[in-house]
């Protein structure tokens, strides 16, 4: 009894360790998704003054500048944005698979590309790409904080220049999951490449302002910094986005083991109890029977 008693006890303070883990986990992953959609929040104003930027130059200088509306030759590079760390429910299961699947399904798209090259952020999704059979061109880490985003974000935007001269990406799909309300999200698509002339340009006709808009840089340079900053925010944004969903992810996670753990000490100390009583018993019944053989 006193074995059983013993290892009941180890058990509940594992319990009592892991919960406290759990707990620290937990508060983390609240933290940093408040910190992430904040960051998202002010880069929406950004974007869309970027973007109200594009369509003013390419409205005026529509003749003279033109980019490519749609892309059906060469390769699609798909940038699936995933984890580095476990521990954040079916987050990488659910962005690989609309990624390599649900996406070309019911999507505009006819089905998977067969000219395409795959690049992953994250080990978790790196590793469910692999099992998948799939090639994967490079796979880049996720930014341990947002200080970071803005390096990650250079880094993917060099490689991405490097496969469309090396390889001929003309087209480059990012693919991530966003967050919604509460600890929810969704996976999301957006073209980065090439840009879309049509709701860029509409978001001309929704000028805000009795100004009229106008600017003194000459249009291609102008039209070149308008572009670096929108392929950068957009980037950027998709690591925001990500990040957030992923800690969201991790806190529903921490939640449901945490009321896991509860349930389970509950049940180990209910036992313990249980044991530690039956113990006390079969001593107190030694030691009458003992004293009723002394008198006898």
Not at 8 to 32: P, Y
Request: with cysteine; proline share 3%.
């Amino acid at each position: 009894m006193s074995s059983s008693l013993e290892a009941l006890q180890k058990q509940i303070k594992s319990g009592h360790d892991l919960s406290s883990i759990v707990r620290t986990m937990k508060a983390l992953a609240a933290s940093s998704v408040l910190q992430y959609e904040k960051a998202v929040e002010s880069l929406n104003d950004y974007y869309s003054t970027v973007e109200m930027g594009l369509s003013v130059v390419l409205a005026s200088r529509q003749e003279q500048i033109t980019l490519p509306s749609s892309a059906n030759d060469g390769s699609v590079l798909l940038v699936i944005f995933g984890s580095d760390h476990g521990l954040a429910g079916r987050f990488n299961e659910q962005i690989v698979h609309f990624a390599l699947e649900e996406y070309w399904s019911n999507g505009e798209d006819t089905g998977f590309p067969q000219k395409s090259m795959i690049a992953c952020v994250g080990e978790q999704a790196y590793s469910r790409v692999r099992s998948g059979g799939y090639q994967v061109e490079e796979n880049f880490h996720v930014p341990a904080s947002i200080h970071a985003i803005t390096a990650a974000v250079q880094s993917l935007l060099e490689r991405i220049e490097t496969w469309r001269e090396q390889d001929g990406v003309q087209r480059v799909l990012l693919l991530y999951n966003r967050p919604l309300s509460g600890a929810s999200y969704e996976s999301h698509a957006e073209t980065l490449l090439p840009v879309d002339l049509s709701s860029v340009l509409q978001r001309r006709m929704e000028w805000q302002s009795r100004s009229l808009p106008t600017y003194t840089m000459p249009a291609p340079q102008l039209l070149s910094a308008l572009l670096r900053q929108y392929f950068f925010v957009s980037l950027y944004r998709a690591f925001a986005f990500s990040l957030a969903a992923e800690n969201a992810s991790r806190l529903a996670a921490m939640q449901a083991a945490e009321k896991n753990i509860n349930e389970r000490l509950d049940e180990l100390i209910s036992h313990y109890q249980q044991a530690r009583q039956t113990a006390i018993t079969e001593e107190l019944l030694d030691i009458i029977s003992g004293f009723k053989a002394l008198r006898k």
